[in-house]
């Protein structure tokens, strides 16, 4: 144990990642993800799943329905459930959790709810049909998700935009941290729809051809779906159960921009406030970050503003630390973006591989000596990793996490 | 282990009134809203099942703020009247968090028909920003110049996450926001999570609202030279596990693990609870099992009231709304519906949410009430 860096109340526990679990666009299973992410792929091509009718930005990163398996949810109007899952069961079965009354948490990231149900029901020939609108909620996959698996412990439930699934981890390790659980189920689930495609386009935030992050002909984001989870725990309920730690979580920060609906302050003053705090959460210098998996929406704000706030955060040390934004090869993910990202750095850790930066021909003046691991993933040594997640209506948060010692 | 948290701003915008004052009296008057059967979004109006409105609520919201969508506008009052209270200046390291089941639908109704319908060309930016679940909480930092963390919840009572901020050293002031606005799709489907009673009632009633509330550390208050009107003691929620998570379905063995573990937590006694705020809102498998519990851990000795009679249910709102009913109840030495309360140290604060889980919150009376 030690005393809370930024000065907390009472002593902290070392809080550990003991299983992880995903349903993403490389396929079912944290197997696919590794090894998507190792061959450098991209995910992302022309949507096939829903309808597209009108639609400026169609390419997508999807999940195929033959990947779900036999499942007791719908997977097109409880897509979110049935993404969900298998991926909490993937991630419970490698934290050899056989009994998921042990688990204290469960916490949720999801931006939009059962967003194909209430297209559904929101047009004239269904209106109506359905009487259960809480099926639909962002609470309401919570709250299922936790009864299909037996899980008893306490559910939260996080809608912050892009933030939200990290925001479910970050929430669980402060409990676990300051002793009011010892072990928690914390991920994130989204889908890809109509509606939410045109929502984001009437933004002109979605790129018609590539995503390509840092780069200075980039168009905007592709969106994703996919659900992803990891199992958290305090180390010394770990050790007692004799459950290897994958990583270890350090520390978070978050901070709001309080600037605008979209758009971010130009001094990445919001960005900045978030790693400042999690570094100092960490009890970490900037010069000990190996690795930042960047936000790297591909939007024309998003990238620029998230490289001025590293840039101060880091100062010249940012040249040297590489950067790579996944959102390239497996799309935006939203509100599942937090807890995918965050277990890609997992595996980043747990591998000592750095993902690539793909589509990246010309980065934005000013960073251009920026390593930004192009094209190409490739093995480092890796001890701390930050992960970046930045949302619409300015939220921002950031994760460090580590090799376990 | 316990640590207090201060109460230093109550705002609120509900059907019994739309500021503190307004929804103290009625709350002693036991008053019941007036109910409507009519559904205003812009300029058309829809015929509902009955739900209670929200009274005398403010036509636009502060100055500043950058929509025009009710939901925002009702959060964004009663955040501001909390704030006015706590009498807070520097908001750059004030956090905020903010809770909704339901969220803006009324906004999101208008986008999903307008894309569904007409489909995606010329569609408007604002209409998708103002559908989207944060993007009220988001408003409310733009506009009062709130830094510090945000988290928007959806079903989790917002205390729950700015006690583990104090906690952890996070955030020493934090902006707690909830709001239920519902729209005629909303109030219509809430129909398949009522009952009738025997005598013809149906329940729950659906209640437009929003609370706000000022959480600051103990220390933080008192650097500002202010006594908490109340302080929070504990948050304690038990979630049910075998149950479809889809209606007012309460049990009493959870209710009571929750009451008993916010006593814990509180380190306090059955003997110190002169109050408990019931989260009752007339759904017999809701309300049974909560009195069961309540008298399992306290006796028949302690008066217990219902604010959800005077409010309606106000489902995401409802968390907030119960503590500032307990705040008024403490502030004014007397229950609402009791009587001859003498002077309460401990009040307990119910709150259920449709998917199974129960919260209760211990708050205790400051000496800014006396």
């Known amino acids: ?405 | 282990m316990k640590q207090s948290i201060a109460i230093t701003g109550r705002g609120i915008v509900s059907a019994a009134g739309c500021t503190v004052e307004a929804a103290a009296e009625r709350l002693r008057q036991g008053w019941i809203p007036q109910e409507s059967r009519q559904f205003r979004v812009g300029g058309e109006c829809y015929d509902v099942s009955p739900y209670y409105p929200i009274l005398d609520g403010p036509a636009v919201g502060p100055k500043g703020l950058r929509t025009s969508d009710p939901f925002t506008i009702n959060s964004a009052a009663a955040v501001a009247q909390a704030l006015q209270e706590a009498r807070i200046e520097d908001m750059s390291d004030v956090g905020l968090v903010f809770n909704t089941v339901v969220g803006p639908v009324e906004a999101g109704q208008g986008f999903f028909e307008r894309v569904l319908l007409r489909g995606p060309v010329g569609l408007s930016p604002s209409l998708f920003l103002d559908s989207l679940i944060n993007m009220p909480a988001a408003h409310l930092s733009m506009l009062f110049g709130l830094h510090g963390s945000m988290s928007v919840l959806s079903g989790t009572h917002p205390l729950e996450i700015a006690r583990h901020w104090v906690r952890c050293a996070r955030e020493r002031t934090i902006v707690l926001g909830a709001t239920e606005q519902f729209s005629p799709l909303a109030i219509d489907a809430s129909e398949a999570y009522q009952v009738e009673t025997p005598g013809g009632e149906v329940w729950p009633k659906l209640g437009q609202g929003s609370g706000a509330m000022v959480v600051e550390t103990m220390s933080r208050a008192a650097e500002r030279g202010l006594v908490p009107m109340t302080t929070v003691e504990a948050v304690a929620s038990e979630a049910m596990g075998a149950e479809e998570p889809t209606r007012w379905v309460l049990q009493a063995d959870v209710a009571e693990r929750a009451i008993r573990r916010a006593l814990k937590q509180a380190s306090a006694s059955t003997e110190e609870v002169a109050l408990v705020c019931s989260c009752a809102n007339g759904v017999p498998t809701l309300d049974e099992p909560e009195a069961e519990a309540i008298w399992r851990v306290l006796s028949e000795r302690v008066p217990i009231v219902y604010p959800k009679r005077t409010f309606g249910e106000t489902v995401g709102a409802s968390g907030i709304v119960g503590v500032l009913s307990a705040t008024l109840a403490l502030a004014n030495w007397e229950a609402p519906s009791s009587k001859g309360l003498g002077e309460p140290p401990l009040a307990l604060v119910n709150d259920f949410d449709v998917g199974g889980q129960f919260w209760c919150v211990a708050i205790r009376a400051g000496e800014r009430t006396k």
């Open chain 1, 1 to 405: 144990m030690r005393c809370h860096p930024s000065g907390g109340e009472n002593k902290v526990r070392k809080v550990v990642i003991t299983g992880v679990g995903a349903l993403t666009p490389f396929g079912p299973g944290v197997e696919d993800l590794r090894r998507g992410l190792r061959e450098g792929r991209s995910a992302l091509r022309q949507a096939r799943g829903f309808d597209i009718a009108g639609l400026r930005a169609s390419v997508v990163a999807e999940v195929e329905d033959s990947w779900i398996g036999e499942s007791p949810f719908d997977k097109d109007l409880e897509r979110c459930l049935a993404l969900a899952l298998p991926a909490a069961k993937e991630t419970l079965h490698q934290a050899d959790l056989s009994d998921p009354t042990d688990i204290a948490v469960l916490a949720l990231g999801n931006a939009a709810g059962e967003l194909r149900a209430l297209e559904h029901y929101m047009v004239p020939e269904t209106w109506g049909r359905d009487k259960e609108p809480n099926l639909r909620s962002p609470a309401s996959i919570t709250d299922r998700l936790g009864v299909t698996l037996g899980i008893r412990g306490k559910r939260l439930t996080f809608v912050n935009a892009c933030i939200a699934s990290a925001n479910a981890i970050a929430a669980c390790f402060d409990l676990i941290r300051m002793g009011e659980a010892e072990i928690a189920l914390a991920g994130g689930v989204e889908i890809l729809t109509k509606s939410s495609l045109a929502g984001f386009d009437t933004l002109h935030a979605l790129a018609p051809r590539l995503c390509r992050p840092f780069d200075q002909a980039r168009e905007g984001a592709q969106l994703s779906e996919a659900a992803a989870f990891v199992v958290l725990e305090s180390k010394d309920h770990a050790d007692s159960r004799h459950q290897q730690p994958i990583c270890e979580i350090c520390g978070y920060g978050m901070s709001s921009d309080a600037y605008h609906p979209t758009r971010s302050d130009p001094e990445g003053l919001g960005p900045r406030k978030a790693m400042e705090r999690a570094l100092a959460d960490a009890n970490l210098r900037p010069d000990q970050i190996d690795y930042i998996k960047a936000h790297g929406t591909a939007t024309f704000q998003n990238d620029l503003i998230e490289l001025v706030a590293i840039r101060h955060v880091f100062g010249e040390q940012a040249k040297k630390i590489p950067i790579s934004a996944p959102k390239s090869q497996l799309g935006h993910a939203t509100g599942a973006c937090g807890a995918l990202e965050c277990l890609i750095c997992v595996l980043a850790l747990e591998g000592q591989f750095l993902p690539p930066t793909l589509n990246l021909e010309t980065p934005l003046p000013g960073f251009e000596d920026y390593d930004y691991v192009r094209e190409a993933g490739r093995t480092a040594d890796l001890r701390y990793v930050l992960a970046n997640s930045f949302g619409f209506g300015g939220v921002n948060l950031a994760l460090v996490l580590a090799q376990p010692n």
